[in-house]
Each structure stands twice: as structure tokens, then as C-alpha cells.
């Protein structure tokens, strides 16, 4: 298991940007897909976007062309760059962190979850 702590949401209006951060303890970062979920009041967790251990990258439709995922294997961070955001992107977003065997993107699969943070979109 390892520890996530997020930072980085706020309100934004729509159009506008924000970088949420993730920082990791414990061992082995590296081998560890990292992702993003986030979570719209009533709603269940929703995929955002993960950074598998190998490398590759992998978004859900409703964000490609618009988030970045990315990590620091050295400063055991991953990053969710949000550009052009929308207000149905207001959300709870969560880090999370799984060791599964497979590329999988249901939340039951994520053992490590960060404790969230507010994203809001408005203007």
C-alpha cells in the first residue's frame, strides 16, 4: 500500500486550467499504475485517466485531448494537467494507486485511494 496525498483543485472558470498533484509515500513508485478518478455529488467514482507502470498512458473519452497524466518516477508524483475545463468536470478527484496484474480501470481494482481534492468549475 501507499500513501497519496492530492493537492492542487480550486475554482476555475470554464475554459480555464489547473494542475492537480499527487505525492506518494512508501516503496517501490515506480512499479505502481497511478491514476485519476473523480466523483460528482450522488454519483459514483468515475475513471479519469491512469499512468500504467509501463509507461502508457490511458483516458477516458469524456477528457481525452483536454487532461494530461504524467509522474516523476524521482519525486514519486503524478500529475493530472487539466486544460479547457468544463463545468461537468466539477468534481472530487482522487488519486489513486493499484499493483493489479492487469491494466484495469474499475475503482474496485485501486487499492490506495488520496483523501481528495474540490475541483470546481464556474463562472
Known amino acids: 500500500q501507499v500513501q497519496l496525498v492530492e493537492s492542487g483543485g480550486g475554482l476555475v472558470q470554464p475554459g480555464g486550467s489547473l494542475r492537480l498533484s499527487c505525492a506518494a509515500s512508501g516503496r517501490t513508485f515506480s512499479t505502481y499504475h497511478m491514476g485519476w478518478f473523480r466523483q460528482a455529488p450522488g454519483k459514483e467514482p468515475d475513471f479519469v485517466a491512469a499512468?500504467?507502470?509501463?509507461?502508457?498512458?490511458y483516458y477516458a473519452d469524456s477528457v481525452k485531448g483536454r487532461f494530461t497524466i504524467s509522474r516523476d518516477n524521482v519525486k514519486n508524483t503524478v500529475y493530472l494537467q487539466m486544460n479547457s475545463l468544463e463545468i461537468g468536470d466539477t468534481a472530487v478527484y482522487y488519486c489513486a494507486a493499484s499493483n493489479y496484474y492487469q491494466h484495469n480501470i474499475r475503482p474496485q481494482t485501486w487499492g490506495s485511494w488520496g483523501q481528495g481534492t474540490q475541483v470546481t468549475v464556474s463562472s
Open positions: 499512468s500504467w507502470s509501463g509507461g502508457s498512458t
